[in-house]
């Protein structure tokens, strides 16, 4: 058998959902859909700027990948304040 490597990358990733979802989607269930589809758009772009890459986005919650630390943190900054 030859020897097989396996291949390995570093990344940084970031999860972030939104406060008090239940609550929102229970007082307000079309509102809140289109709140969090505008505010997905948004960070898609902001992610997309940084390089980033959204590997999961169900519900109220976004998971992102990153090549770099640096662009992360950014992204992660920019999606605050903006």
Do not use: W
Not at 6 to 14: G, N, P, S
Not at 36 to 61: C, E, F, P, W
Request: hydrophobic residues 40%; glycine residues 4%; proline residues 1%.
């Amino acid at each position: 058998m030859g020897e097989e490597r396996t291949k390995r990358k570093i990344a940084a990733t970031f999860s972030a959902d939104v406060k008090g979802y239940s609550r929102l989607m229970s007082d307000e269930e079309e509102a809140t859909i289109r709140t969090i589809t505008a505010y997905r758009k948004l960070m898609t772009n902001l992610i997309q700027t940084r390089h980033g890459s959204v590997m999961d986005a169900k519900g109220d919650n976004v998971l992102v990948e990153f090549p770099s630390v640096m662009d992360a943190i950014q992204c992660f900054v920019e999606i605050q304040t903006d």
